[in-house]
């Protein structure tokens, strides 16, 4: 952990990222404490959609990484015009995307939250819920998007200042809705519309800002960044799956074992936004490095943000293996769940280790446009992980096979990383 050059940028980048990392957990927080006030049911049918919302969320990610990827190579080459033109088609294919996910959805929305557990009228509640909130996806996608290009131009203190700026709005304007007008979920919903609505906006003109030759739709570029997002769905769609998989096969080893494994999954969904703040550095420094030709750079900084990832892991197994007895306690009184948690949770902690350096290595290669690669990894890692999934007969050795599943992540990264194979310099 001897100084580097690359230390103040890393950590700087690192830090800018984090706050905004967690807008979408702050959205569903502020959502989910409003909306508690109003009963159960109105509570339950919040949590069917956003379950959903969550998922659309997650798996449009390559609207961020695919942008950031390219643009922070053109930036690094001195492209800055075709740099504009990437910003430009990535408005053109969020909205597109959005668009036809929103429709899509609101048409399936009452078989979507029966796939999702909803019943009676709770399940139309939320079907309800899910239609008016799919009016902002279009404008949620545009920020991700927006996001995207501006970190690839090393510029994440915008981005920071509009989702918290729009945080803040959707929070006045929910209490508004909710109580003031008396509009119930509805309010929830039509609130949190209207702050996706301005935070797309403004991520919008902020694209549209960027010096381009053009910004009509160019076929091209569209294919590029629509072939990198499909890698990085299949990426995040099998890492979703394996999670999904562990939960069906322990809410048949029973409910203690299913709550205990909750706590924990949750808990390391929270760390990840830690560990994601480092591959976002990663993104940026490695596409910048590329596009400007110098191979030994990427490779000694991104080798550091390695070094940082893991430290941060060490630290993060630490603090949990010392509130081993403390932690599971705070989030349930049932004693059998508490013992379960405590089983599994050296574990959990041990998780840490190859995850903070995985998440590293994601975002390294993502940076370096490395996404097929990534996309074969992870499927087949987690082609490995489902069976012993299924062989797991408690929540410790569904935990164990998790911890395999983040080696094998590792193995693979790591392979990749250490062949540099990744390091193709150049603005292409």
Do not use: K
């Not at 959205?27 to 109003?38: E, F, K, R, S």
């Not at 509570?43 to 390219?70: E, I, K």
């Not at 769609?237 to 809410?251: D, E, H, Q």
Request: proline share 3%; charged share 15%.
């Amino acid at each position: 952990m001897r100084r580097s050059p690359h230390d103040r940028e890393i950590l700087r980048l690192a830090a800018l990222a984090l706050p905004a990392l967690a807008a979408e957990p702050t959205y569903l927080l502020v959502d989910t404490a409003i909306v508690g006030h109003l009963g159960t049911r109105e509570l339950a049918a919040l949590a069917l959609a956003a379950t959903v919302l969550g998922a659309l969320t997650a798996l449009c990610n390559f609207l961020t990484y695919g942008t950031t990827a390219q643009v922070a190579r053109l930036h690094g080459a001195g492209e800055h015009e075709r740099a504009g033109e990437v910003a430009a088609q990535a408005v053109w294919l969020a909205l597109a995307i959005g668009v036809v996910l929103a429709g899509a959805c609101a048409a399936l929305a009452d078989p979507l939250m029966a796939l999702v557990g909803g019943s009676g009228e709770t399940a139309e509640v939320a079907a309800r819920y899910l239609r008016l909130s799919l009016l902002g996806l279009p404008f949620a996608l545009l920020a991700l998007s927006g996001q995207g290009f501006l970190r690839g131009v090393g510029d994440l203190r915008t981005p920071l200042v509009v989702v918290v700026v729009a945080n803040a709005v959707n929070a006045v304007l929910e209490v508004v809705l909710v109580y003031g007008l008396d509009w119930g979920l509805d309010g929830s919903a039509l609130g949190t519309v209207v702050a996706q609505a301005g935070m797309g906006g403004a991520f919008a003109w902020l694209l549209l800002r960027a010096p381009a030759v053009s910004r009509r739709p160019q076929p091209a570029i569209l294919r590029r960044l629509a072939r990198m997002g499909v890698h990085i769905v299949v990426r995040t769609g099998s890492l979703l799956a394996s999670f999904t998989v562990a939960s069906a096969v322990l809410a048949r080893v029973g409910e203690p074992s299913l709550a205990a494994h909750q706590i924990a999954f949750q808990l390391f969904v929270f760390l990840a936004l830690v560990l994601d703040a480092v591959a976002i550095a990663g993104q940026v420094l490695t596409g910048r490095a590329l596009g400007a030709g110098d191979a030994e750079g990427a490779f000694a900084a991104a080798r550091r943000m390695c070094v940082w990832a893991f430290a941060f892991g060490a630290l993060l197994a630490l603090v949990l293996l010392a509130t081993t007895s403390v932690v599971p306690g705070l989030f349930t009184g049932d004693e059998a769940v508490v013992e379960r948690a405590e089983e599994l949770w050296p574990l959990f902690a041990l998780l840490q280790l190859p995850g903070a350096v995985v998440f590293a290595l994601d975002g390294i290669l993502i940076g370096a446009g490395d996404t097929r690669y990534l996309a074969w990894a992870m499927a087949a890692s987690s082609a490995v992980f489902v069976p012993l999934a299924l062989l797991a007969d408690s929540v410790v050795e569904m935990w164990w096979a998790l911890v395999a599943l983040m080696v094998l992540r590792l193995v693979a990264t790591g392979w990749r990383f250490a062949s540099r194979r990744w390091v193709v310099l150049g603005a292409g």
